[in-house]
């Protein structure tokens, strides 16, 4: 089945520093991928999306890139600031149209950022 | 545009115990769906309903059940509670249910079974 892998945390890095969560999946076909940020007491919130190979998602500074050929969707940021301290959650969407639009989830990358 | 709102946010039970989680989807989403997510791990998938007809299930016995209703809000119910089932339950919701949709989720209630 459907499964992914992410770096386990807690990841704490300096303001400004570079940021990279890995993400690998295991899947039939091709599936959407996602990040989903989680903030303290919140539900989850869509960060980025790709939906093909190649794929660049980006969205508030944050990057990641479909690659087919290593199955993987790592998510970058150039400068990280305190307030992207949260939980990171790479996601993978079904592999076929109809059915649904289940979500298999990796098990989340705590992000602690510090002055 | 209200977003996804579920209730309670809190709850106790006891072991045995049934329990009935409730949702209101976002204004113009005819899609929900419910997400177990223990401590420390990702959300896993439950069900979705489109249209109040269940469109997709996760593996989750039986006495998880749900409902969704003529105005696309939702209930989760759970019988015979175990204490496994402590976990955050998180309601998401969507437009339509295309495999590339996106979600919005709750904020999600918090289950403890004692």
């Known amino acids: 089945g459907n499964s992914v892998t992410q770096m386990e945390g807690p990841v704490t890095l300096s303001e400004e520093a570079f940021l990279t969560i890995n993400c690998t999946y295991t899947a039939t076909g091709y599936p959407s991928l996602f990040w989903y940020v989680q903030y303290p007491g919140e539900g989850l919130q869509l960060l980025l999306k790709?939906?093909?190979?190649?794929d660049k998602g980006s969205n508030k500074g944050f990057e990641a890139t479909y690659r087919k050929e290593t199955t993987s969707f790592h998510l970058e940021k150039g400068s990280v600031q305190v307030s992207d301290s949260a939980v990171y959650f790479c996601?993978?969407?079904?592999?076929?149209?109809?059915?649904?639009?289940?979500?298999?989830f990796g098990t989340g990358t705590q992000l602690k950022v510090e002055l | 545009e209200t977003g996804v709102t579920q209730s309670p946010t809190h709850l106790i039970k006891t072991r045995g115990q049934q329990v009935t989680l409730r949702c209101s989807s976002q204004s113009g989403h005819n899609t929900v769906s419910w997400y177990q997510q223990a401590l420390g791990q990702g959300p896993q998938f439950i069900f979705q309903y489109y249209r109040e007809e269940e469109n997709g299930r996760g593996n989750f016995p039986p006495r998880f059940s749900g409902l969704q209703f003529p105005n696309y809000s939702s209930e989760l119910n759970v019988n015979a509670l175990e204490l496994d089932d402590s976990a955050l339950y998180l309601c998401?919701?969507?437009?339509?249910?295309?495999?590339?949709?996106?979600?919005?989720f709750g904020s999600g209630t918090q289950l403890s079974v004692l």
């Open positions: 790709a939906t093909k190979a190649d």
């Open positions: 996601a993978l969407g079904r592999t076929v149209t109809g059915g649904g639009n289940k979500l298999t």
């Open positions: 998401a919701s969507s437009f339509k249910q295309a495999y590339n949709e996106k979600l919005f």
